[in-house]
T-cell receptor, first 113, second 111 residues
Framework: NAGVTQTPKFQVLKTGQSMTLQCAQD?????MYWYRQDPGMGLRLIYY???????DKGEVPNGYNVSRLNKREFSLRLESAAPSQTSVYFC????????????FGPGTRLTVL | QKEVEQNSGPLSVPEGAIASLNCTYS??????FFWYRQYSGKSPELIMF????GDKEDGRFTAQLNKASQYVSLLIRDSQPSDSATYLC???????????FGKGTTLSVSS
């Protein structure tokens, strides 16, 4: 039981490049989340998916798109990366949207040059 | 914009002392409150959650909630060097669909 997994662990992009961050969970959770964490800023919600087939914007959605591919997988896409998107990205999941315990993946450290 | 405020620290305590971490929140309608621990370079992990006014104890950890004052705290008794980490306070939004995190307080426990 791996919990929440994320790939890649590290990534360096040039400004304007695109990439997709992958997240998968094997806990049969309904809800999944993408956060970014910047020094001095705490964790901020980018997008979330309360259940398969639904996605909603969080606090900082600009510059990102998401896809809830199936119940297990929730991907985050940067279409045209900018230096301001340099951050650590965490995926999380919970049993349901109102369930309180969110389980976090190990994170992806992204640098945009 | 709903906010969750924490002192960034660092909060330094000697081994065996009580560490007190504090958090205030702006949304009076919030019902659920959480404390996460994050070691450097690692992902956050849930320590405790609390819904009702008063204290909730789990081992060396006690969460305290005062909804009238919009204040949540975490006490760590008999602090250990392994408790050295950043502690994140989180509050569930009124819709119950997302967590709003504070910026975290860094705790350092010296042996």
């Amino acid at each position: 039981n791996a919990g929440v997994t994320q790939t890649p662990k590290f990534q360096v992009l040039k400004t304007g490049q695109s990439m997709t961050l992958q997240c998968a969970q094997d806990m049969n959770h309904n809800s999944m989340y993408w956060y970014r964490q910047d020094p001095g800023m705490g964790l901020r919600l980018i997008y979330y998916s309360a259940s398969e087939g639904t996605t909603d914007k969080g606090e900082v959605p600009n510059g990102y798109n998401v896809s809830r591919l199936n119940k297990r997988e929730f991907s985050l896409r940067l279409e045209s990366a900018a230096p301001s998107q340099t951050s650590v990205y965490f995926c999380a999941s919970s049993v349901g949207p109102t369930e309180d315990t969110q389980y976090f993946g190990p994170g992806t450290r992204l640098t945009v040059l | 914009q709903k906010e969750v405020e924490q002192n960034s620290g660092p909060l330094s305590v000697p081994e065996g002392a009580i560490a007190s971490l504090n958090c205030t929140y702006s949304d009076r309608g919030s019902q659920s409150f959480f404390w996460y621990r994050q070691y450097s370079g690692k992902s956050p992990e849930l320590i405790m959650f609390i819904y009702s006014n008063g204290d909730k104890e789990d081992g060396r950890f006690t969460a305290q909630l005062n909804k009238a004052s919009q204040y949540v705290s975490l006490l760590i008794r008999d602090s250990q060097p392994s408790d050295s980490a950043t502690y994140l306070c989180a509050v569930k939004n009124q819709a119950g669909t997302a967590l709003i995190f504070g910026k975290g307080t860094t705790l350092s426990v010296s042996s």
